[in-house]
């Protein structure tokens, strides 16, 4: 099905340094996901928003939920060897309740 | 609380050989079940998903099919092998109706030779 577009691509950064990535659509959205992947391992819920301009944080991580519905980035801060993975955005369109997802941020943390 | 598992791990299988990968949930009732394929380095694609029991739908026209025998069952089938079959399979659940969040099983990597 058709992808967000989630930017960046990829990222390579030292420790302790914020990263921010975005994702975006042409349509309108009803709830924002960010998920985690590490190698060889499914997908894990990070954060779930729910409404427009909604701010949400889960420890070093904030995301949030923009104003026009069709977009929405994640904020990692002081970041740490551990959050090395992929991050994915993802979320149901408002017309058909499909789910779509980013094709991923791949975050590499230098120590 | 709910746990979703995923059997096997990893698998190897040749050319023209069948399949089943199997997903299982504990936890929850009448879940929404999704296979997802991931290619190497790629994002998801939705395969098949499913809102209760013998209720599936194909996303994708593919040598690939579901089938949920049981509520909190749902494996995935394949007569004949292709190449391009191998990738990482990922199940995920949802709570049903108006919930979004989907979670994911650990998946099995299927390397096809």
């Known amino acids: 099905g058709q992808q967000l577009n989630q930017s960046p691509q990829s990222m390579f950064i030292q420790e302790g340094e914020d990263v921010s990535m975005n994702c975006t659509s042409s349509?309108?959205?009803?709830?924002w996901l960010w998920y985690k992947q590490e190698p060889g391992e499914g997908p894990v819920l990070l954060i779930a928003?729910?409404?427009?301009?909604e701010l949400t944080s889960n420890g070093r991580l904030t995301a949030q939920f923009g104003i026009t519905r069709k977009d929405s980035f994640l904020n990692i801060s002081a970041s740490i060897p551990s959050d090395v993975g992929i991050y994915f955005c993802?979320?149901?369109?408002?017309?058909?309740?499909?789910?779509?997802f980013g094709a991923g941020t791949r975050l590499t943390v230098k120590p | 609380s709910q746990t979703i598992h995923q059997w096997p791990a990893t698998l190897v299988q040749p050319v023209g050989s069948p399949l089943s990968l199997e997903c299982t949930v504990e936890?929850?009732?009448?879940?929404?079940l999704y296979w997802y394929r991931q290619a190497a380095g790629r994002g998801l694609q939705l395969l098949f998903y499913?809102?209760?029991?013998?209720?599936i739908s194909s996303e994708v026209p593919q040598n690939l099919s579901a089938s949920r025998p049981q509520d909190r069952q749902f494996i995935l089938s394949s007569k004949k092998l292709l190449l391009s079959d191998s990738g990482f399979y990922l199940c995920?659940?949802?709570?049903?109706?108006?919930?979004?969040?989907?979670?994911f099983g650990p998946g099995t990597r299927l390397t096809v030779l």
């Open positions: 349509s309108i959205f009803n709830t």
């Open positions: 928003l729910y409404k427009a301009g």
């Open positions: 499913s809102i209760g029991i013998d209720q």
């Open positions: 936890g929850t009732s009448n879940p929404n």
């Open positions: 993802a979320g149901p369109e408002e017309n058909n309740n499909d789910m779509r």
């Open positions: 995920a659940w949802a709570g049903g109706a108006g919930v979004n969040e989907q979670f």
